[in-house]
């Protein structure tokens, strides 16, 4: 099984910074994709960044160049550096694991953005 512990996110203005991490435990193969996702009330979950353990990285067009995704292998954790916050950034952020077919969620963090 894998378990993934989330930390950071919070309340930030406008303009602010915030970091993730996410870290995982358990049967960790070496070849994977990490990432995050959010998700509004009443709205589907969707993509904000991956990062592959090769460290090929991915993001959704409406955080391209505020936010940052990296990776420790040896500490099979990711993080996620987001500045230039904005209100519509505010959501449940949830870290995320694929490898070999299955796919692992940690239990998501509010992310609140004040204008």
């Known amino acids: 099984q894998v378990q993934l512990v989330e930390s950071g996110g919070g309340l930030v203005q406008a303009g602010g910074s915030l970091r993730r991490s996410c870290a995982a435990s358990?049967?960790?193969?070496?070849?994977?994709?990490m990432g995050w996702y959010r998700q509004t009330p009443g709205k589907e979950r969707e993509l904000v960044a991956t990062?592959?353990?090769?460290?090929?990285?991915n993001y959704a067009d409406s955080v391209k160049g505020r936010f940052t995704i990296s990776r420790d292998n040896a500490k099979n954790t990711v993080y996620l550096q987001m500045n230039s916050l904005k209100p519509e950034d505010t959501a449940i952020y949830y870290c995320?694991?694929?490898?070999?077919?299955?796919?692992?969620w940690g239990q998501g963090t509010q992310v609140t953005v004040s204008s």
């Open positions: 995320a694991l694929f490898q070999r077919g299955n796919q692992y």
């Open positions: 358990g049967s960790i193969f070496r070849l994977n994709v």
């Open positions: 990062i592959s353990s090769g460290g090929t990285t």
